[in-house]
């Protein structure tokens, strides 16, 4: 009896330690992030919703600066093996400058894939395999303008470049700033030049595949060029705010927001911190493509998402992986709609629009609708992106330096992105 007794209660202990002890080991996973507030959001709404699932994970968030500061702490760390567990970054051009397959972990097989946007895969492939998930919906750069100052003036959206400078023209006469620019955060200037790109393509539709392959150039393309020259023209008409140098991009999206400037160009993922930081003025914003010098070829530059990564440095890639599932899921796209509203269409089989979008992606949806009338962003379908360019289109913003010499410029710029790319013909 007493053997029985001692058996029993072994059993018993065994049966309460296997009970007691987790799934797996707990972990702590490092997330380094951008520091726009919509970003923060998303990502704080998505480790919550993991951790409420899995709570033996411990998944702590990191912010970085955005921009080039930012592209040189992902290298710097990537290169010193001291990258988090889980980053965000570009897909794209970017991605490609990180050299994955030697850099990142193999993501081909996670189950969210099976639902993920072919055009978004395209994006964070490189030698047949898939390294990210989207973090997001896609986007577009344009122009973000206030309703309520076109109501007032009576202005119309412009498709070409005169009807939108001549709408500058009566806002600046109403005292109203025309142009919003924020170069204290050097990425914001590069917009007017990236987003002209349909605009580009419409004209010269093998451009990317000339400029990958050494072909083509800025300084030598006239309709590469356009994108600096419409720099110059807002900084030569006066219409920007005077403080544009030292202006941030919040404050660039308060001014839009809140009908202190008419416009701002910027790429619509601004829409989702203009709903966290201004939410009473998010129906107040509209968006319209660049315009262009036609308006019948008038059309959509359009950007894929960022991407979530695992460096192969990581100790914690298995778990790792599964955060990375979640939020490539769709259930984890919801909860990036939900927390920053959709700033375009999202880039998951069953992750749909919410029936109440701002009027910003209302104004969206028509381009994407319509048939030719977006293309993706240069960064998108060539690997080639100069680092420098955000340096460049400051100095032609401010006045310091004219669009054919900053084309030329640029060009030297990708000539040596290019050469360290290993792409042929360089």
């Given at each position: 009896?007493?053997?029985?007794?001692?058996?029993?209660?072994?059993g018993?202990?065994?049966?309460l330690?296997?009970?007691?002890?987790?799934?797996h080991?707990?972990?702590?996973?490092?997330?380094?992030?951008?520091?726009?507030?919509?970003?923060?959001?998303?990502?704080?709404a998505?480790?919550?919703?993991?951790?409420?699932?899995?709570?033996?994970?411990?998944?702590?968030?990191?912010?970085?600066?955005?921009?080039?500061?930012?592209?040189?702490?992902i290298?710097?760390?990537?290169?010193?093996g001291e990258?988090?567990?889980?980053f965000?970054?570009?897909?794209?051009?970017?991605l490609?400058?990180?050299?994955?397959?030697?850099?990142?972990?193999?993501?081909?097989?996670?189950?969210?894939?099976v639902?993920?946007?072919?055009?978004?895969?395209?994006?964070?492939?490189?030698?047949?395999?898939l390294?990210?998930?989207?973090?997001?919906?896609?986007?577009?750069?344009?122009i973000?303008?206030?309703?309520?100052?076109?109501?007032?003036?009576?202005?119309?959206?412009?498709?070409?470049?005169?009807?939108?400078?001549?709408?500058?023209?009566?806002?600046?006469?109403?005292g109203?700033?025309?142009v919003?620019?924020?170069?204290?955060?050097?990425?914001?200037?590069?917009?007017f030049?990236?987003?002209?790109?349909?605009n580009?393509?419409?004209?010269?539709?093998?451009?990317?595949?000339?400029?990958?392959?050494?072909?083509?150039?800025?300084?030598?393309?006239?309709?590469a060029?356009?994108?600096?020259?419409?720099?110059?023209?807002?900084?030569d008409?006066?219409?920007?705010?005077?403080?544009?140098?030292a202006a941030?991009?919040?404050?660039?999206?308060?001014?839009?927001?809140?009908?202190?400037?008419?416009?701002?160009?910027?790429?619509?993922?601004?829409?989702?911190?203009?709903?966290?930081?201004y939410?009473e003025?998010l129906?107040?914003?509209?968006?319209?493509?660049q315009?262009?010098?036609?308006?019948?070829?008038?059309?959509?530059t359009v950007?894929?998402?960022?991407?979530?990564?695992?460096?192969l440095?990581?100790?914690?890639?298995?778990?790792?992986?599964?955060?990375?599932?979640?939020?490539?899921?769709?259930?984890?796209?919801?909860?990036?709609?939900?927390?920053?509203?959709?700033q375009?269409?999202?880039?998951?089989?069953?992750?749909?629009?919410?029936?109440?979008?701002?009027?910003?992606?209302?104004?969206?949806?028509?381009?994407?609708?319509?048939?030719?009338?977006?293309?993706?962003?240069?960064?998108?379908?060539?690997?080639?992106?100069?680092?420098?360019?955000?340096?460049i289109?400051?100095?032609?913003?401010?006045?310091?330096?004219q669009?054919?010499?900053?084309?030329?410029l640029?060009?030297?710029?990708?000539?040596k992105?290019?050469?360290?790319?290993?792409?042929?013909?360089?």
């Open positions: 009896m007493t053997h029985r007794i001692k058996l029993i209660l072994a018993a202990s065994a049966l330690a296997f009970k007691a002890s987790p799934s080991a707990e972990s702590t996973l490092s997330f380094l992030i951008d520091n726009n507030p919509d970003t923060v959001a998303a990502a704080e998505l480790v919550a919703a993991y951790q409420a699932k899995v709570p033996d994970v411990t998944i702590e968030i990191e912010p970085r600066a955005g921009g080039g500061e930012g592209d040189n702490i290298k710097t760390r990537l290169a010193t990258m988090s567990d889980v965000l970054y570009n897909s794209g051009s970017l490609q400058a990180l050299k994955p397959a030697q850099t990142l972990v193999d993501l081909s097989g996670l189950e969210s894939q639902k993920v946007d072919e055009g978004f895969k395209s994006v964070v492939r490189a030698d047949g395999k390294y990210g998930v989207p973090f997001g919906t896609a986007m577009a750069g344009g973000l303008y206030n309703r309520k100052i076109y109501q007032d003036l009576g202005l119309t959206v412009p498709k070409t470049w005169a009807d939108f400078m001549a709408n500058n023209a009566k806002v600046k006469t109403s109203k700033v025309a919003a620019q924020t170069y204290r955060d050097t990425w914001t200037s590069q917009l030049v990236l987003a002209d790109y349909y580009l393509h419409a004209v010269v539709p093998n451009f990317a595949a000339d400029y990958t392959a050494n072909k083509a150039k800025y300084a030598e393309t006239p309709a060029t356009k994108g600096f020259e419409r720099l110059k023209d807002v900084h008409a006066g219409l920007m705010n005077e403080d544009f140098g941030s991009y919040d404050d660039g999206l308060r001014m839009v927001a809140t009908g202190e400037a008419a416009h701002y160009p910027m790429l619509s993922f601004a829409i989702g911190a203009i709903k966290q930081n939410p003025n129906a107040d914003v509209g968006f319209f493509a315009p262009s010098d036609d308006a019948q070829t008038n059309g959509l950007w894929m998402p960022p991407a979530l990564y695992i460096p440095t990581s100790q914690h890639a298995e778990e790792a992986k599964k955060f990375v599932d979640f939020a490539g899921s769709v259930e984890g796209c919801k909860i990036m709609v939900e927390t920053n509203t959709v375009g269409p999202p880039l998951i089989d069953g992750c749909d629009l919410p029936a109440d979008v701002p009027p910003a992606v209302k104004d969206m949806l028509p381009y994407f609708e319509a048939k030719g009338k977006t293309t993706p962003a240069l960064e998108f379908v060539s690997p080639v992106k100069g680092p420098a360019l955000e340096q289109t400051v100095e032609v913003g401010s006045g310091i330096r669009p054919a010499e900053a084309a030329k640029y060009d030297e710029d990708v000539r992105q290019a050469k360290q790319l290993g792409l042929p013909n360089w």
